[in-house]
């Protein structure tokens, strides 16, 4: 059982700067990938960022790659995500997943933290 706790989100105005965390417990987190997505007020939940164990394993969604890193810290358990250049359209909660799969699908999930961008 992976457990997972975000935290970071908050209120920023347009073309400023948030990073997100992650804290993951559980075993074995190194087979995990772990990765971001959102959901928007009245859409779908999206895939925002992932990576793997290994370093340059990092996976982006196309719109999102010039703005957002995604990066793990595999002997704090952590994953952070850095968003620059916000924009009103990122407004969402933002959620951290873990999973064997490098898919991501099958994935444990955190709670989630609202991220809210002013324009």
């Known amino acids: 059982q992976v457990q997972l706790a975000e935290a970071g989100g908050g209120l920023v105005q347009a073309g400023g700067s948030l990073s997100l965390s992650c804290a993951a417990s559980g075993p074995d987190l190194r087979l995990y990938f772990m990765g971001w997505f959102r959901q928007a007020p009245g859409k779908e939940r999206e895939f925002v960022a992932s990576?793997?164990?290994?370093?340059?394993?990092?996976k982006y969604a196309d719109s999102l790659r010039d703005r957002f890193t995604i990066s793990r810290d595999n002997s704090k358990s952590s994953l952070t995500l850095h968003m620059n250049d916000l924009k009103p359209e990122d407004t969402a909660v933002y959620y951290c997943a873990a999973s064997l799969r490098v898919t991501l699908e099958s994935a444990y999930w955190g709670q989630g933290t609202q991220v809210t961008v002013s324009g």
């Open positions: 990576i793997g164990w290994i370093p340059g394993s990092s």
